[in-house]
């Protein structure tokens, strides 16, 4: 198929990198560039594409509305054109992040990293013979379910590790189907999409789950869609571990942070059920690891953070800290845990 790709940048290397061998791309498109090439191939204005004879357009922005806006500009020209918007593709292809870990067929790990964003870009795999399956943003429920459906796929007699990065003291205050957000855990990370949990408690959203799922295009391409991808595109994690390099950017030293940004309801407030439920999560967790890897170690971790956010942060996480250690230890005498801060 020949092939004309809208819009450069890093999205633009990954199209290229997976696109299969006999697949061509013929030339490169925006609405702003002043450029005659790109790459050593031709480079078009949208007025000048449909003088061109190619099959597929595929759109490497990573926002929804711009690549909407471009389709709707394009589309009266391009008619018979198959249009793509690649990372809305390329995050449903795999909507959860587990699945693309389990694509890697040929690893066997010895250890699980579960967790949240610290979690995500600070805990490396690749030192520890592992995966790692967290995920920005997600509750210790998500946490479980993720690796219970880890625990599904996968040979269990050779792990002998799982580290669970716990954020702070508060961790059991925080629900994330129940949070104005938590759609963007869902959608844009890779989050776990298959259970609702608590989200008909969430006043943020009028619509039911599925209706807001479709809302935001979480949903698996369908069979036509599949196909062309599997046409298209090599298979891009058939190596992958987990570990995220697209957040592992530049740390700042101590940058000042507003306290706004961290300092939110789920650490000034208490949500007795929520907490009561994550307890009996936390218990599900011991109880799964003990129950199906016997030779496992659970790993509790908090990540230090930057000395501006602990300071803002220390006044409210004071009065979490005895209960947290209590709840930990209550999960220790069902498990072999160890805690490390």
């Known amino acids: 198929m020949k092939i004309i790709i809208y819009g ?16 061509e791309i ?10 005659k090439s790109y790459k050593c191939k031709a480079f078009y204005k949208p007025s000048d594409l449909k003088k061109i004879k190619f099959d597929i357009l595929i759109i490497a922005i990573d926002n929804l509305k711009i690549c909407q806006l471009i389709y709707q ?11 793509i918007f690649f990372i809305e593709w ?10 693309r870990v389990l694509e890697n067929k040929k690893f066997v790990p010895k250890s699980i990293i579960l967790g949240i964003s610290h979690a995500v870009c600070g805990i490396n795999p690749y030192l520890l013979d592992g995966i790692n399956l967290a995920v920005r943003s997600q509750d210790i429920y998500y946490n479980m379910k993720t690796l219970d459906y880890y625990l599904n796929y996968i040979e269990v007699s050779n792990i002998e590790n799982v580290i669970l990065e716990m954020y702070d003291y508060n961790y059991f205050n925080y629900d994330v189907s129940q949070i104005r957000n938590c ?7 890779g989050g776990y999409v298959l259970d609702k949990h608590n989200f008909k408690n969430n006043y943020f959203y009028k619509d039911d789950f599925e209706i807001e799922k479709e809302k935001w295009h979480i949903n698996r391409l369908n069979i036509e869609e599949l196909l062309l991808w599997k046409e298209l595109f090599k298979n891009d994690f058939s190596e992958y571990r987990g570990y995220d390099s697209i957040y592992n950017s530049r740390i700042d030293i ?3 942070l ?13 949500f007795e059920t929520t907490i009561l ?29 930057y000395y501006s956010m602990e300071l803002a942060l220390k006044p409210h996480l004071r009065r979490w800290k005895k209960e947290f250690y209590e709840i930990i230890e209550g999960g220790g005498k069902r498990i072999n845990l160890l805690f490390w801060i």
Request: hydrophobic content about 35%; proline content about 3%.
């Open 277 to 305: 439920e994550n307890i009996s999560v936390f218990n599900e967790i011991c109880q799964l690891i003990s129950r199906r890897m016997s030779k496992s170690k659970l790993w509790i971790v908090l990540v230090p953070r």
């Open 73 to 83: 500009e394009l589309y009266d020209e391009l008619k018979m054109i198959k249009i």
């Open 8 to 23: 450069l940048g890093k999205w633009t290397d990954k199209i290229e990198n997976m696109l299969k061998k006999e697949h």
């Open 26 to 35: 013929i030339g490169y498109s925006d609405s702003y560039s002043l450029i």
């Open 254 to 256: 101590n940058p000042e």
């Open 183 to 189: 759609f963007l855990y869902y959608y844009t990370v």
């Open 258 to 270: 507003p306290s706004r940004k961290f300092v939110s309801d789920i650490v000034t407030n208490r």
């Open 90 to 99: 390329y995050k449903r292809f795999y909507a959860q992040k587990i699945d």
